[in-house]
């Protein structure tokens, strides 16, 4: 899809897909340097994570083992309480493994916050975070990201696995929506 397949419904690009695929290049660069020799399971969060997942793995140049998970955080319209419950659990055992959680986007921190210390739990040898974007301005934990991708205002944005309604996480970049599609 092209910004213009969205008529008036997108208000601005934020970012492109040549500036997210440029990233993506730089931190599987860094993935593989920090991993080298180690056995590496990528965690994609669910649904979100699906194209981070499958772009940065891509251009990881060693073997890695991937696996989903699926969390609900309750709470109030879009706000995270940061009460979460697992939809869908890993199918591998994560003792002595060292993990990689990747997320799409960071917003509060809550959900992430629970899902690191639940698998940290599970004795792995080691538990990261690596995101495409990241909200700094709308965090209410401290979460220790290794890898970012970009640091983004406080704004609603889709594209790049990120939605509204279910519609719009095909878009290859991020942007953000104009008021009438959301206001309606």
Known sequence: MEPSDLGTDLARVLLTQ????SRLDEM??????????????????????VMVMADLSRRLHHPVHMDWMAVSSYGSGTKSSGVVRIL?????????????IVEDIIDSGLTLSWLVSNLRSRGPA??????????????????DVRYTGYDIPNEFVVGYGLDFAEKYR???????????????
């Open 126 to 143: 080691s538990v990261e975070i690596a995101t495409m974007l990241r909200k700094p301005d709308a965090a209410k934990v401290d979460v």
């Open 28 to 49: 599987a660069q860094k993935i593989d340097e920090d991993y080298a020799g180690k056995d590496l399971l990528l965690v994609g969060v669910l649904k979100g994570a």
């Open 170 to 184: 095909n878009l290859p970049f991020v942007g953000t929506l104009a008021p009438h599609v959301y206001s309606s």
């Open 88 to 100: 869908k659990d890993l199918d591998a055992d994560l003792t002595g493994r060292h993990v990689l």
């Open 18 to 21: 040549e500036q997210l695929e």
